[in-house]
């Protein structure tokens, strides 16, 4: 009686567990039948270039229709803009950009134009202190020939603008002294 109550839980048990294998095993691949069939793809660039523009439109118009949803559903503020290769492009904004973009930098802190007047004014100061000849000790024999010739094309249009003044200030002394 024992031996028949043990032996049939034992049946029992591996009854279950090779359920629960098969079962397992079936939910996986099941799954990853599903993930075929969904069209899911390696990514990495595709090379085809008529798939790729395929693959580049229906994508495109996925995350927008998808940034429109979640702009409605949850009350978001999104903005997607997508660029193709060829430069064309593509956007959504749930508000207007601007706005968008206030809010980006009272969060972030950042100015993302005037970091790049920023730089373009950092960078005529370094110019200008060299060409008053300061932190010039890096500079190399062809790079300070360069400042040099600048110099001197800057030095000979304003003597020729002084000569300018100095003749016209001799035309109207000599004019009064003839008068
Ligand atoms: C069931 O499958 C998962 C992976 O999907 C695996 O990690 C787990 O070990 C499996 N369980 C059994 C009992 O085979
Ligand atoms: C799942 O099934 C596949 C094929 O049906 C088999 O090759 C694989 O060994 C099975 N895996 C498990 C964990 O039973
Ligand atoms: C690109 O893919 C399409 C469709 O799969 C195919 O008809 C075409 O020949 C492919 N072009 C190249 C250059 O491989």
Same mark, same amino acid.
């Given at each position: 009686m024992l031996m028949l109550l043990l032996s049939f839980f034992l049946l029992l048990e591996r009854c279950m567990n090779s359920h629960l294998l098969r079962r397992n095993n079936t939910t996986y691949q099941e799954e990853k039948r599903k993930e075929m069939g969904r069209g899911k793809i390696e990514i990495k660039r595709i090379e085809n270039s008529s798939n790729r523009h395929v693959t580049y439109s229906k994508r495109r118009n996925g995350i927008l229709k998808k940034a !429109?949803?979640? =702009?409605?559903?949850? /009350?978001?503020?999104?903005?997607? #803009?997508?660029?193709?290769? =060829?430069?064309? &492009?593509?956007?959504?904004?749930?508000?207007?950009?601007?706005?968008?973009? /206030?809010?980006?930098?009272?969060?972030?802190?950042?100015?993302?134009?005037?970091? !790049?007047?920023? !730089?373009? $004014? /950092? $960078?005529?100061? #370094?110019?200008?202190?060299?060409? !008053?000849?300061?932190?010039?000790?890096?500079? $190399?024999?062809?790079?300070? &020939?360069?400042?040099?010739d600048a110099l001197e094309n800057g030095l000979t249009r304003i003597r020729d603008k002084q000569n300018e003044f100095f003749r016209m200030m001799r035309k109207k002394t000599q004019n009064m002294e003839q008068e």
């Open positions: !429109k949803e979640i =702009s409605v559903l949850c /009350d978001a503020h999104v903005s997607v #803009i997508i660029f193709a290769t =060829s430069g064309k &492009m593509h956007e959504f904004s749930s508000t207007p950009l601007v706005d968008i973009l /206030d809010q980006y930098h009272k969060l972030t802190g950042r100015r993302l134009w005037d970091a !790049k007047h920023e !730089k373009d $004014n /950092d $960078n005529k100061q #370094i110019e200008l202190r060299h060409l !008053k000849g300061e932190d010039i000790s890096s500079f $190399n024999c062809r790079e300070l &020939m360069i400042l040099e």
